[in-house]
């Protein structure tokens, strides 16, 4: 297993998340502790040291079965990473309560890594808001050894990390984001990128494989990267991808059965990053698998001049593009949370005026009215 130094740490280059770990009957609340038990052990002998859980997965039982296995090895021998459950608003009264609860389901005495979980629109000002006392709490628990290292994941915009970062960044160690090789323009991840490393802050990566998606590709696809890397598996080329970025330092992966963590960890006993070639290669597949999916909106913004109800279509058309590739999934109704009801996309007319302008021709009236169907559905 490749390791990457942080702050005098060894950390497993590869991360074990324990958001899908194996289920009883298929129910997320009901995880299978034998078969997650065999994967720790499994994980731990081949050298992953980062486990990262959250108040949330697995309806709350992710932490407590995660403590419960953790707790058969000595303490120094992992790394333990879990979060404040700002994505739900009423939890911001409740630091205190939640992170001592935290610890006893984690059966630890200290959490090693401790992030502020999900920085959005939807819980921005909340997040800033002095009176909930989150950012003073959690920093005096790491100046009483309770965090070791204090961080924040985020799925929200550029500008949104960047209020956050204007707030509290000279306190954050580590920025945990969706990275991969499809959001790299999809979800503007190289601007995100690029944001923490005029920070100086080392980059976490969530959603390698994109949920799964990027783990196997259509046959045409897959022969391009197979002509380029005959003996290379489909997943693997997502971990090469992150593997060329030199600002990532922990790459978390999900994994749900045995047979993907060994898969994962066999790719992890080497760094192969791409060269010009490939990195070219599987930029071209990511823009062909958007195009397939998502209409063509640059943002040039001819669009919102004509626009009765003053919409910010360009906005509303990428949350559409990432409901309808995703098929679904949390980003674009989290994101419209922090939007003015009379601003959604149901607040549309239907009146064309902003498709008689637009450049690419898109029938925006028409991705307006199903985006509203597809968030009440």
Not at 113 to 124: I, Q, T
Not at 317 to 346: Q, S, W
């Amino acid at each position: 297993m490749i390791g990457k130094t942080f702050q005098g740490l060894t950390l497993s280059a590869l991360g074990m998340g324990a958001m899908r770990l194996p289920t009883v009957e298929g129910s997320d609340g009901k995880i299978d502790e034998k078969a997650a038990g065999e994967m720790v052990a499994y994980a731990m002998e081949q050298g992953i040291n980062y486990y990262d859980t959250a108040w949330g997965y697995h309806d709350g039982q992710s932490e407590l079965v995660m403590g419960k296995l953790l707790h058969d090895y000595p303490r120094e021998s992992f790394c333990l990473a879990t979060k404040f459950p700002g994505y739900d608003l009423s939890n911001m009264g409740k630091v205190r309560e939640i992170f001592e609860r935290q610890l006893e389901k984690c059966q630890t005495e200290y959490f090693d890594f401790y992030l502020f979980h999900n920085v959005c629109e939807m819980n921005v000002d909340a997040y800033l808001d002095p009176s909930y006392g989150i950012y003073d709490y959690l920093m005096e628990q790491k100046q009483a050894g309770r965090i070791r290292h204090l961080g924040f994941s985020a799925h929200g915009s550029v500008e949104v990390m960047e209020r956050f970062l204007k707030a509290y960044g000279k306190d954050m160690e580590f920025c945990q984001i969706q990275l991969n090789y499809l959001d790299w323009s999809f979800q503007d991840a190289k601007s995100k990128l690029e944001l923490l490393k005029g920070h100086g802050i080392p980059v976490w990566v969530m959603e390698p494989l994109r949920g799964g998606r990027l783990a196997s590709l259509a046959e045409k696809e897959e022969n391009k990267l197979k002509a380029l890397r005959p003996g290379e598996e489909i997943p693997a080329w997502a971990f090469r991808f992150l593997q060329s970025i030199p600002e990532v330092t922990m790459i978390l992966s999900g994994m749900s059965n045995m047979e993907q963590l060994k898969k994962n960890i066999a790719t992890f006993q080497e760094e192969k990053p791409l060269n010009a070639q490939e990195m070219d290669a599987l930029l071209g597949i990511a823009a062909q698998m958007l195009e397939k999916k998502t209409l063509p909106c640059t943002a040039c913004r001819y669009c919102t001049s004509h626009c009765p109800k003053e919409l910010d279509i360009p906005s509303l058309l990428a949350l559409y593009n990432e409901h309808c590739f995703t098929e679904g999934g949390f980003i674009a109704p989290m994101a419209l949370m922090a939007v003015a009801e009379d601003k959604r996309p149901g607040a549309c007319v239907g009146c064309r005026s902003c498709e008689a302008v637009c450049p690419q021709q898109i029938k925006i009236s028409e991705a307006m009215s199903d985006f509203s169907g597809r968030l009440k559905g």
